[in-house]
């Protein structure tokens, strides 16, 4: 028996996202947007083991505040799971135990990375061998962000962001996370974009929105510099006007050594962008001895795995 199946359950880690570029459109008629996000996967990870039960049922704890995170049927894990077992007509269940680690409601996508998890662990665990493009389908349905979990590395998303074409990526980036006590809520973060853009607070995106050809040439290029310079959040604005004490410390992180903080998606996690892990180290400790947890990451990393397999 592998790893992977070690005492009757699957392993499963998935990873956070960070946005290196997020332009929003305008809203349509069903009420979402448009959007052209540039995603990397980086080295904070949720982890969940699946094992088989009658019903289905989540345990959730983590080294981040859960106490947000549903256990029942709102859990986007639980509702993967169940997708998986529909898709099949399996008539069983399963028991799924989450360790977070990527901050809840922070904009880092923990919650798509929880169901990204449980896709992979159910098809493991039932022996249902969907393959990648069935379980993208079935990603889709379940969020925005949720096929990028899947995937991994770095993306182009576009349409909601579930349109993904893999980006070329060389080399390693470096990336200080800094994550808030409260979460902002998605929705209420893109509906205040929406007011400052109709209150002609900020400029509005009339095109088709689409990715700065320079961020994808500084991936390209394994340049941490060029990609500081273009990096750009539309949602930061908003974000930064629900939680205006942010700006502090994106400031303190740029003064401290960062080549580009942002906001990372919907916020309120920010992230600094390093030259080079050594300068991660030392931009980590300067924020650190402010008082602020600060986390090392990298990027770009593998999308929802099985471990040991
Ligand atoms: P995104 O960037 O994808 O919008 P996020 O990182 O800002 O997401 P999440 O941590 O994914 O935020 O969760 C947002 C909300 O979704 C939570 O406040 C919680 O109510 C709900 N939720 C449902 N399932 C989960 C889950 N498995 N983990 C975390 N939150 C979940």
Redesign the pocket.
């Known amino acids: 028996m592998s790893e992977a199946f070690a005492e009757g359950r699957v392993h499963v880690r998935a990873p956070g996202k960070l946005n290196l570029f997020f332009e929003v459109g305008a809203v349509q008629d069903d009420g979402y947007h448009d959007v052209a996000s540039a995603y990397q996967a980086v080295s904070l990870y949720e982890d969940v083991w699946a094992s088989h039960a009658d019903d289905f049922t989540i345990n959730v704890s983590g080294t981040v505040d859960v106490t947000?995170?549903?256990a029942d049927d709102?859990?986007?894990?639980v509702r993967a799971a169940r997708l998986v077992a529909q898709r099949i007509g399996y008539r069983g269940g399963v028991h799924l135990d989450?360790a977070?680690s990527v901050p809840?409601?922070?904009?880092?996508?923990?919650?798509?990375a929880?169901a990204a998890a449980a896709l992979v662990a159910c098809d493991a665990l039932w022996g249902a061998d969907l393959g990648g493009a069935e379980l993208h389908k079935l990603a889709a349905r379940l969020?925005a962000?949720v096929p990028f979990a899947l995937m991994g590395g770095t993306a182009v998303g576009t349409g909601r962001g579930d349109q993904l074409s893999p980006a070329l990526a060389k080399g390693r980036f470096d990336w200080i996370v800094v994550p808030s006590d409260d979460?902002l809520s998605?929705p209420e973060v893109y509906g205040h974009l929406d007011a400052l853009r109709s209150a002609h607070d900020i400029a509005s995106v009339v095109r088709v929105p689409e990715i700065d050809p320079a961020v994808l040439q500084a991936l390209r290029a394994a340049d941490p510099v060029a990609l500081a310079e273009h990096t750009r959040n539309d949602l930061q604005a908003a974000a930064l006007s629900l939680r205006p004490g942010l700006r502090d410390v994106l400031e303190l992180g740029e003064r401290s050594g960062a080549l580009a903080g942002m906001v990372s998606?919907?916020g309120p996690t920010l992230a600094f962008l390093a030259g080079d892990p050594e300068s991660a180290l030392e931009l980590q400790m300067m924020l650190s001895a402010s008082g602020l947890t600060a986390l090392h990451v990298h990027g770009p990393v593998a999308g929802a795995r099985v471990v040991g397999s």
């Open positions: 947000g995170v549903p709102r859990n986007l894990a989450i977070k809840v409601a922070g904009g880092m996508g923990g919650g798509s929880d969020g962000d979460g998605t998606g919907s």
